[in-house]
Each structure stands twice: as structure tokens, then as C-alpha cells.
């Protein structure tokens, strides 16, 4: 086979087996990734199981790109019952590094993680043998130092994915890391891995990845992603932040730009480089994506800028050149060049005042002990920030005063949840979602903050002490929260994603849309079968881009829809287009929500009203949605995907379309 | 590293001033594509190793010693390990038995002759950079890293 390695690992735990599968069984139908992943899981899955109960199968898949050379085709993806999901439910985490490229090169497309180890164990791969081994020496450790352990006791070159204490203690939103900081963190599958006594995985692959086309694959990498393709010094900044949380450094500090995953051929994560460490006196370098930055200041929300999500052919790039700095200059004569460059200001927010310091040693802790950063700084943060500000926790004994801008603060709080220390380190180290309704969401949860401005309005925004949105995550590009400040049609869109989805899924899903189209419906995008369209077609890119495999940063290009196709085709040899790939990702979509359904309960009332309370406190302009508006569009989009408008359950025709008879019976649907 | 010997044209790393390597691992990636067809660590003819805790990664090639002792510990010399007019070591694969003597010659550390011993014995080939003679553009490394923190002195 061309691109793929061929088989696939079912390795059990509980009796220290391991199988094989041919990838065969499962391509070129389901792509690869998460195509692969949703098949397995619907085929081998039945409902009744906990996240952290040893009967969660947790699954990760590489892409057909994976190893390649292919640019973003390192990054990969795992499935299975997500603990930080609210309520547990199938979701998924993607993940860059260069794992994915060493186990195919150890022969292998994925691998299946069933059962419980009956004592610690870390698995080790090298090429076709895959051993347990004691994981004495290794738990307990942080997340580098586990790394470096594996290194030591394994070799140089060796690739591994760890967890660190958050995940060995059942912490809710725990990662699992792997290189330049990569993790898989928003579905807490870090706590999957501490379930099951999973310390690590570490691969050593010395095989072949054989692609189809090299030429082609020399011509994407140029033409992907524009890459810099000139030298990229380190750069010593003399601020640090934007917007309002914009600070200057005493004598600066050091920038560099890495890439996040084998054969990418941009350098998007930015490397910051001796930084104040959470761990001693030893300055470490670190990488800071999008959401790491407020973790230095939150007196103010993100800015917006239009073109972040409405592109034109003559003023489009890709995000990917945003962290870099390297964004095209704007083309001036686009006749919509002001309406998509005219940045909206965030909301003041005064969460807290910038500190370089304090915001380093947050984001180490959050690296070292291996907890997501969103839920850490866009969620607990800001919870203690607002709750402190309106008086809820005078009666909760943290053992030390609250104060998000001490750095002993944060400190002692992630390390109380890290390691459940006392009665509210168990509480918080399940989660936001959780932690607030023990505590008592009323209070807790929906206390109205005062002390967030509009810079649009200069009114006041009454949104919630604890940021929280559908599923269990927290507001992401969706009008309210962190990155609120986006408009009416652009939150409807993203909150119609999130509502047919399980977990926040503005990293993959990032909404593009063409500014043409927008135009169209602006004024009314409830009622717009074109808004509808464009949703669909940024959930079948989500689904690709975590199949082919590619990056949420380069994929998708608006004026480029055959890449995915092309990339694919150029690996595996399979002829693609576009349209075959979209029918793939409507499979697996459909896939997925069954799984949603037959296991979770998943249903019109369910999702609506998970979503629908989110859009009722006002966002930056002071909008929100009426009921009756949001459940038109609701119809619309049922329409569109095939579903059943007053259940949500896909219809057997809409089934059968993609070859997926077996799973309308499975669900009981009616015959037509 | 001074090893007080004198060295032929070679592909070197500059320094994170000039451009930082970003980490990507292209030019392995294109390096085994370019020599083999193929994506694989066993093949390429350069390697970048990487520090897990700074995240700041070392490309190591072939500095093609003048005194090439890879070359004089070869038992196959002139079917494997060949010399160009200009003094650059390479190997022809097809004549290589993977005794590995060239790699355990290597003055560096780590060699920069890539040998898998683990490999099976009868695919088992010493690999080492050879400037992809006969390419008009040179290394292909230096010409498709992204960064450009490649280059030849």
C-alpha cells in the first residue's frame, strides 16, 4: 500500500495481548484518522461504559499522509469516551509531534488501547514488537522528565506520548504530550491513559513510508501554505501579549518559530525561549500557541478581525501566519478590503494584569503536569478571577487567599487540583462543568460577572462567572467567553457546530466562510440555507483534515478545495476529489453522531438544549438568538444532513446513501 | 565540534541567529525521498536530534573529512565506498554488505553514517550524505528546508 503502513494494533491491557488488523478492513473508505477511528468505535462499542472505566477503548489513528513529507500530514488524531466531555461522550483529540510518523515507520497505521493494566505499565513499539513494561520508574514524573526518562532508558530518537500527574490522578482535562509540547488535551484522554495504568508510549520505527507521487509531494510543499522558505531568526521581542494585555518585558525576550508536526512546512508555535520555570531555577524554553497568550494578561478579550473568518479570493490566508508573523500583505483594491480588515476590539474584561512571569510559570505547570491549558486559563482562571471579584468564595477554603494574580496563587491551585489535594482539589480536578455543579451551579455558575465592558457598545456585558458552553468545554469563537468577539452570523455559525458536536471544536472546525456568501445572509442567518451549507461544509473539512491527515491551520483554503484531495491522492496513489472526499466525511460524520445517538443518548431536545442557553447572554453587541429563530435554523441544517427534524436521528435513506444500512438498522430506523 | 581535521564542502546547520530550525524534519523527510523513494529513518543520510526539553533541534551530516577514514575501513572500497574526483566519500548502496566498519570509523559523535544494526542483515546498508552528487541544484536538504537554516561551507 501506498502511504499507509497496512496494519493497525489492537493491544489489550488487561491480558498484555496484542493483534493485528489490516488497514485494509478499513481504507480507502474511511480515509484514515478519524475516519477510521468513528468505524472502529461504532463497530466494536456499546453503550453503558465509563470514560474511565477499563471498557473505554481509546483509539488512535495517523492519516494516510502521516510520514509522508506531505506538509501538517504528521498530525494525528484519538478517539474514545471523552471524561472531560459534560456528560461523557465519544469525542475525539487531535495531536502533532513526530509520533505519528515513527509508528509508521514501526509499521503501523494506529492502534486500539483496550482494558486496564493490572499494575503501572508504559507500552514500548519498536517496529513490529510492542512489549509492556513497568512503568515504576516513570510514574509520579512530569511530563519532560518522563520524555527524557524514556530517552535514557530507550535511546536517542525515540518518540513517546506520556501523561503527566494530572492524567495519573484522574484529572478530568488531563493531556497526553508528546513533542514541541504537543498534546491531545481537550477530551481529557490523559485520564483514559491513568485509567487504564498508562504511563506512556514510546515508538521507535525504522521501516519505510512509501508514498505514491513525489513529485506531486515536492510540488504541495511549495505550494501549501505559501512556506516562508527563507531564514527564520530568533527575534527578541520587546513586549509581549496584544491588545490590551500588551506588556513590555525588561531587556526582552527571545522569539523563535517551530513547527508542530513531522513534515510541516510552516513554523507557526512560537518558541519562547528562557522563560521563568514553574521547577526550579532552571530557565526552559516553551511553546505558545493561540490560547497560551492570555495566560500572560486577560484585562481584555481577544480582538476580531472579519477576514479571521470571511475570506475573498484576493484577501484570503491561512492562520498558520498569524503566530508566525508572516501574513501576506493585505490587497488594498479588494472592494471589501475595509469591512474584512477593520479590527473589533474584545471586551475589557479584568480578569488580570499582565505578568510575564506569572504567566510562564502557568503555562509550565500546564505542560509538566499535563493539563489542558484551555480549561486552565480560559475556565478556571477566569472562574476564580469573576467569583473572587462578586464574592462567591468567601466561604470556600482553598487553604490560601485567592488571587489569580499571585503566581504563589497559581501555584498552589494547579498543583491542589493536579494532585487532588483536600476537599476542592477532588472537586475542580473533575472539571469545570462538574466542579461548578457540585458546588452548586446557581451560585457558582451563573452568578452574573459586572465587571465585563463592551468596546463596542461601552455597555456593560452580563455573561456568567463560569464561561461555560455546551458539552462541558468553554466559550471558543462563540460570541461570548474567550475569543467572544465575533458577530451575530459568525457565533450562530460556530454555535450550530458546537451543537451537533461533543466538544468544542473551534480547534479543528475554525469557521471560513466565503465574505460573498456572508453578505447574503447577514442580516438574517437563521432563516439561510447558504449559512447552513457553509456549517456543513466546515464540519465535512473538520472531518477530513483529522482523516487525510492535515493541520485545522493550512485546511481549509476556500480557493483551493482540491488540497485534501490532492494530498491524498499524492500519498496513497487512490484517486480523490474533492466531492469523493466530502462523501467520506459525511460518512464519517454520520458515524459519529450514530455512535452520539445509539451510546449517548444524542437527540434533537438533548442538543438544542445543550446549546440553546449559551446564546442568552448578550455577546459584544449586545445580540443574542430567540428560540423560534434558532430552531428554524435547526430545521434547515436537520434538512440539509438528512436527519430526522424532530429527533435528529439520521433517516435510513440518508443511511443508506453512504453505505451505512447496517447502522440504520442498528438505530431502529424506519424503512421509507 | 574541533576534531583539528580538515573538511570537504558539507551541508551545516547555521546558527539560530541566522535561522532557527524550526523542527519540521524536512530535510530527512526530502533526503530519503530524494536518495529512495521513500520516508524512512533507516535511509536518510543526515539526522536531526532533538531536545525534548529545549526544543531547539541539531542537524548532523557528513562533514566529508578530507582524510575520509569511513572510506579506508571500508572492506568493500571501491564497490561500496566510492571517492568522487573532488575527494567526496559515498557509498554505492548495491555494493555495501552492512558490516558497518565505516560507521564505527566515523570520527563523530554521533556518526554521521546512518546504520541501522537492528535492520535485517540482508537490507541492512550503510547510508551516508554524498552531497546528492550528480544533482544540478546540490543537497536537496539545503534546498527544501523550509527555514533555511541549511546550507553548505
Same mark, same amino acid.
Given at each position: 500500500m501506498y502511504g499507509y503502513a497496512g496494519k493497525i494494533a489492537r493491544i489489550n491491557l488487561t491480558d498484555?495481548?496484542?493483534?493485528? @488488523?489490516?488497514? +485494509?478492513?478499513?481504507?480507502?473508505?474511511?480515509?484514515?484518522?478519524?475516519? #477510521?477511528?468513528?468505524?472502529?468505535?461504532?463497530?466494536?462499542?456499546?453503550?453503558?461504559?465509563?470514560?474511565?472505566?477499563?471498557?473505554?477503548?481509546?483509539?488512535?489513528?495517523?492519516?494516510?499522509?502521516?510520514?509522508?513529507?506531505?506538509?501538517?500530514?504528521?498530525?494525528? #488524531?484519538?478517539?474514545?469516551?471523552?471524561?472531560?466531555?459534560?456528560?461523557?461522550?465519544?469525542?475525539?483529540? $487531535?495531536?502533532?509531534?513526530?509520533?505519528?510518523?515513527?509508528?509508521?515507520?514501526?509499521?503501523?497505521?494506529?492502534?486500539?488501547?483496550?482494558?486496564?493494566?493490572?499494575?503501572?505499565?508504559?507500552?514500548?513499539?519498536e517496529d513490529d514488537r510492542i512489549e509492556f513494561l513497568d512503568a515504576s520508574p516513570l510514574w509520579g514524573l512530569l511530563v519532560h522528565p518522563c520524555q527524557r526518562k524514556l530517552e535514557e532508558l530507550h535511546g536517542d530518537g525515540v518518540q513517546s506520548m506520556v501523561i503527566g500527574p494530572a492524567g495519573e490522578n484522574l484529572m478530568r482535562n488531563a493531556s497526553i504530550t508528546t513533542s514541541n509540547d504537543n498534546v491531545a488535551a481537550k477530551s481529557g484522554f490523559g485520564a483514559v491513559f491513568g485509567s487504564k495504568n498508562l504511563k506512556a508510549i514510546t515508538i521507535r520505527g525504522t521501516g519505510d513510508v512509501r508514498p505514491y507521487d513525489i513529485e506531486k509531494i515536492f510540488d504541495l510543499r511549495l505550494k501549501m501554505g505559501?512556506?516562508?522558505?527563507?531564514?527564520?531568526?530568533?527575534?527578541?521581542?520587546?513586549?509581549?501579549?496584544?491588545?490590551?494585555?500588551? @506588556?513590555?518585558?525588561?531587556?526582552?525576550?527571545?522569539?523563535?518559530?517551530?513547527?508542530?508536526?513531522?513534515?510541516?512546512?510552516?513554523?507557526?508555535?512560537?518558541?519562547? @525561549?528562557?522563560?521563568?520555570?514553574?521547577?526550579?531555577?532552571?530557565?526552559?524554553?516553551?511553546?505558545?500557541?493561540?490560547?497560551?497568550?492570555?495566560?500572560? $494578561?486577560?484585562?481584555?478579550?481577544?480582538?476580531?478581525?472579519?477576514?479571521?473568518?470571511?475570506?475573498?479570493?484576493?484577501?484570503?490566508?491561512?492562520?498558520?501566519?498569524?503566530?508566525?508573523?508572516?501574513?501576506?500583505?493585505?490587497?488594498?483594491?479588494?472592494?471589501?478590503? +475595509?469591512?474584512?480588515?477593520?479590527?473589533?476590539? $474584545?471586551?475589557?474584561?479584568?480578569?488580570?494584569?499582565?505578568?510575564?512571569?506569572?504567566?510562564?510559570?502557568?503555562? &509550565?505547570?500546564?505542560?509538566?503536569?499535563?493539563? &489542558?491549558?484551555?480549561?486552565?486559563?480560559?475556565?478556571?482562571?477566569?472562574?476564580? +478571577?469573576?467569583?473572587?471579584?462578586?464574592?462567591?468564595?468567601?466561604?470556600?477554603?482553598?487553604?490560601?487567599?485567592?488571587?489569580?494574580?499571585?503566581?504563589?496563587?497559581?501555584r498552589h491551585f494547579l498543583d491542589m487540583i493536579t494532585y487532588r489535594r483536600g476537599k476542592y482539589g477532588s472537586i475542580f480536578a473533575e472539571g469545570m462543568a462538574r466542579a461548578i455543579r457540585k458546588l452548586g451551579k446557581e451560585k457558582y455558575g451563573d452568578t452574573i460577572y459586572r465587571?465585563?465592558?463592551?468596546?463596542?457598545?461601552?455597555?456593560? @456585558?452580563?455573561?456568567?462567572?463560569?464561561?461555560?458552553?455546551?458539552?462541558?468545554?468553554?466559550?471558543?469563537?462563540?460570541?461570548?467567553?474567550?475569543?467572544?468577539?465575533?458577530?451575530?452570523?459568525?457565533?450562530?455559525?460556530? +454555535?450550530?457546530?458546537?451543537?451537533?458536536?461533543?466538544?468544542? #471544536?473551534?480547534?479543528?472546525?475554525?469557521?471560513?466562510?466565503?465574505?460573498?456568501?456572508?453578505?447574503?445572509?447577514?442580516?438574517?442567518?437563521?432563516?439561510?440555507?447558504?449559512?447552513?451549507?457553509?456549517?456543513?461544509?466546515?464540519?465535512?473539512?473538520?472531518?477530513?483534515?483529522?482523516?487525510?491527515?492535515?493541520?485545522?491551520?493550512?485546511?481549509?483554503?476556500?480557493?483551493?478545495? &482540491?488540497?485534501?484531495?490532492?494530498?491524498f491522492t499524492a500519498a496513497t496513489g487512490i484517486p480523490m476529489t474533492a466531492a469523493q472526499l466530502s462523501e467520506a466525511a459525511e460518512r464519517s460524520r454520520l458515524l459519529f453522531r450514530a455512535i452520539l445517538i445509539r451510546d449517548f443518548g444524542r437527540c434533537r431536545d438533548m442538543e438544542v438544549g445543550a446549546i440553546f442557553p449559551t446564546m442568552q447572554y448578550p455577546d459584544p453587541f449586545g445580540q443574542t438568538v430567540g428560540w423560534d429563530e434558532w430552531n428554524d435554523l435547526v430545521d434547515i441544517y436537520y434538512k440539509r444532513r438528512g436527519y430526522d427534524i424532530k429527533t435528529g436521528v439520521p433517516t435510513r435513506p440518508t443511511l443508506e446513501k453512504y453505505g451505512l444500512g447496517d447502522v440504520a438498522s442498528a438505530l431502529g430506523c424506519a424503512a421509507n | 565540534m574541533d576534531t583539528g581535521r580538515s573538511y570537504g564542502p558539507h551541508v551545516a546547520q547555521a546558527p539560530p541567529e541566522y535561522s532557527l530550525c524550526a523542527g519540521c524534519n524536512s530535510c530527512e523527510i526530502i533526503c530519503s525521498l530524494v536518495h529512495d523513494g521513500v520516508v524512512s529513518p533507516s535511509r536518510r543520510r543526515l539526522a536531526v536530534r532533538r531536545d525534548i526539553r529545549t526544543m531547539m533541534h541539531t542537524v548532523y551530516s557528513c562533514q566529508h573529512c578530507t582524510d575520509h577514514p569511513c572510506y579506508d575501513k571500508c572492506p568493500k572500497k571501491g564497490t561500496a565506498m566510492k571517492l568522487t574526483p573532488d575527494g567526496v566519500a559515498y557509498i554505492d548502496e548495491s555494493g555495501c554488505i552492512g558490516c558497518g566498519l565505516c560507521h564505527k570509523a566515523c570520527v563523530f559523535d554521533p556518526p554521521r553514517i546512518n546504520y541501522v544494526k537492528s535492520a535485517p542483515k540482508e537490507t541492512r546498508r550503510a547510508r551516508k550524505c554524498d552531497m546528492c552528487l550528480g544533482r544540478p541544484e546540490g543537497p536537496a536538504c539545503v534546498q527544501w528546508c523550509p527555514v533555511k537554516c541549511l546550507t553548505v561551507v
Open positions: 498484555r495481548t496484542v493483534t493485528q @488488523i489490516p488497514t +485494509s478492513k478499513y481504507v480507502p473508505e474511511n480515509i484514515g484518522g478519524r475516519g #477510521v477511528c468513528n468505524r472502529i468505535f461504532w463497530d466494536e462499542m456499546r453503550p453503558g461504559i465509563g470514560a474511565l472505566e477499563p471498557g473505554n477503548m481509546l483509539i488512535y489513528m495517523t492519516g494516510a499522509t502521516t510520514g509522508t513529507g506531505i506538509p501538517t500530514g504528521g498530525r494525528s #488524531v484519538f478517539t474514545g469516551i471523552s471524561p472531560n466531555s459534560f456528560p461523557e461522550q465519544y469525542a475525539w483529540s $487531535g495531536i502533532g509531534g513526530m509520533v505519528g510518523a515513527e509508528l509508521k515507520f514501526a509499521g503501523w497505521d494506529g492502534f486500539i488501547i483496550e482494558g486496564r493494566a493490572d499494575s503501572r505499565v508504559y507500552i514500548y513499539i505559501s512556506p516562508y522558505m527563507r531564514p527564520s531568526p530568533l527575534h527578541r521581542e520587546a513586549t509581549h501579549g496584544m491588545d490590551g494585555n500588551e @506588556i513590555p518585558v525588561e531587556g526582552g525576550w527571545l522569539r523563535g518559530q517551530v513547527a508542530c508536526s513531522h513534515g510541516c512546512n510552516q513554523h507557526c508555535n512560537r518558541l519562547m @525561549i528562557d522563560m521563568k520555570s514553574a521547577f526550579g531555577d532552571e530557565r526552559i524554553n516553551q511553546v505558545e500557541k493561540c490560547v497560551g497568550i492570555f495566560a500572560y $494578561g486577560f484585562q481584555e478579550d481577544c480582538s476580531w478581525t472579519p477576514i479571521q473568518n470571511y475570506e475573498t479570493e484576493r484577501n484570503h490566508f491561512l492562520p498558520c501566519k498569524m503566530l508566525s508573523r508572516e501574513e501576506p500583505e493585505p490587497d488594498t483594491g479588494d472592494p471589501h478590503f +475595509s469591512e474584512l480588515f477593520t479590527p473589533v476590539r $474584545g471586551d475589557v474584561t479584568n480578569y488580570w494584569k499582565p505578568d510575564f512571569d506569572k504567566g510562564s510559570v502557568m503555562m &509550565d505547570m500546564c505542560n509538566e503536569y499535563g493539563i &489542558d491549558k484551555w480549561d486552565v486559563i480560559v475556565w478556571y482562571m477566569t472562574w476564580l +478571577s469573576m467569583a473572587k471579584k462578586e464574592g462567591l468564595l468567601d466561604d470556600l477554603d482553598f487553604g490560601m487567599e485567592v488571587d489569580v494574580e499571585s503566581e504563589a496563587f497559581v465587571g465585563r465592558y463592551s468596546q463596542m457598545t461601552g455597555e456593560r @456585558i452580563d455573561v456568567p462567572v463560569s464561561l461555560e458552553t455546551a458539552w462541558g468545554h468553554s466559550y471558543h469563537w462563540q460570541g461570548r467567553g474567550f475569543e467572544a468577539t465575533i458577530n451575530k452570523p459568525g457565533w450562530i455559525a460556530t +454555535s450550530l457546530e458546537l451543537m451537533n458536536s461533543s466538544r468544542d #471544536v473551534q480547534t479543528v472546525a475554525h469557521h471560513h466562510e466565503k465574505f460573498e456568501n456572508y453578505l447574503e445572509y447577514k442580516d438574517d442567518p437563521c432563516h439561510s440555507p447558504l449559512l447552513v451549507e457553509g456549517v456543513a461544509f466546515d464540519e465535512n473539512k473538520a472531518e477530513i483534515k483529522d482523516s487525510v491527515t492535515c493541520c485545522d491551520w493550512q485546511s481549509p483554503d476556500l480557493y483551493w478545495p &482540491d488540497m485534501e484531495a490532492e494530498m | -
